[in-house]
């Protein structure tokens, strides 16, 4: 059984990031959840997957997000660029608005400290949706 700390932060194997598809594989242990968890997904230069860290674990279809707990690990781990995502256990994965404010919440955070936030990922045990395909990922007001 794994313990609640290994679970939050947890190192990833060498996976390069090109797609929103290539990050899939280490959010697949979140997708069947019943609750809403929202994770940071670390990079550095070359893109590589650093550390997956969970930040909060939310109620059915809602969590709490701020942008000092999810930039806070990035910054610690001297990232070059974050993916957040975060699972909808309902299975619908049109983003609501909430997942929109906090998208751009985001974006302008990581923009002023200099860690680009590259895409925001909404997924499920059937798929995903991509704010940078879907051509939302807001550009930073900065």
Same mark, same amino acid.
């Given at each position: ?5 290994? *679970? ?17 594989? @280490? *959010? ?18 070359? #893109? ?11 109620? *059915?279809?809602?969590?709490? /997000? ?9 910054? *610690? ?6 993916? @957040?995502?975060?699972? #909808? ?27 680009? @936030?590259?895409?925001?990922? /909404? ?20």
């Amino acid at each position: 059984m794994m313990k609640i700390d290994e *679970l939050r932060e947890r190192r990833e194997p060498s996976v390069k990031v090109r797609a929103a598809t290539d990050v899939l594989p @280490v *959010l697949a242990r979140y997708a069947g959840r019943r609750q809403e968890h929202f994770v940071v997904v670390i990079l550095d230069g070359a #893109h590589q997957v650093i550390r997956v860290k969970l930040i909060t674990v939310g109620l *059915l279809n809602r969590t709490l /997000i701020h942008p000092r707990e999810v930039l806070r690990p990035a910054i *610690l781990e001297s990232a070059a660029g974050i993916i @957040v995502a975060h699972n #909808h256990p309902s299975g619908n994965l049109d983003p609501s608005r909430e997942d929109r404010e906090i998208t751009r919440r985001l974006v302008d955070s990581g923009q002023l400290i200099g860690i680009p @936030v590259l895409d925001h990922l /909404i997924f499920s045990k059937n798929g995903y949706f991509s704010f940078q395909e879907a051509g939302l990922l807001p550009s930073s007001t900065s």
